[in-house]
């Protein structure tokens, strides 16, 4: 038997810690390599934005997946639509601003919610990654 939990923590400015939690869940629930550092990045990416972006408060939840984890990232001000995931593109001159096309590319579903406490980015990656996601590593490599 396996012990499952959740991990909960709030957004806040001290993302080294976020990381590091995010990396000890993502490793408790089965990813490794490659895959546990798309976890991070990710959602290192995501409370970025929420603190860059949005209203800097909200929280991550992340949980145990089918076949790896389940990260929601809470922005409370609800700053993030549809359209922002849609324009998201990888613009190679630009020195930051393109946390979500990331997100996008080393998840293997990004789903976003519109709810009563905020925006809510659903970020699901399993252990192991879509062939597109291949192509995009090779991408952002070169």
């Not at 976020?18 to 490793?27: F, Q, Y």
């Not at 590319?105 to 399993?126: F, H």
Request: aromatic share 2%; net charge negative; hydrophobic share 45%.
């Amino acid at each position: 038997m396996t012990l499952q939990f959740e991990l909960q923590c709030p957004i806040s400015t001290d993302l080294a810690l976020i990381r590091d939690l995010i990396r000890a869940h993502g490793r408790h629930c089965g990813l490794s390599g490659d895959r546990l550092e798309d976890l991070v990045v990710a959602v290192n990416e995501a409370v970025t934005n929420v603190l860059d972006h949005g209203g800097s408060t909200g929280m991550v939840t992340s949980r145990a997946g089918a076949d790896g984890v389940i990260v929601e990232v809470l922005d409370l001000a609800g700053r993030l639509t549809h359209e922002h995931l849609a324009a998201a593109r990888l613009d190679p001159t630009a020195s930051h601003g393109y946390g979500l096309w990331v997100i996008q590319q080393l998840c293997d579903e990004v789903v976003l919610e519109q709810t009563a406490l905020g925006s809510l980015l659903t970020l699901d990656l399993r252990s192991h990654p879509r062939p597109a996601l291949l192509d995009a590593r090779r991408v952002m490599s070169a």
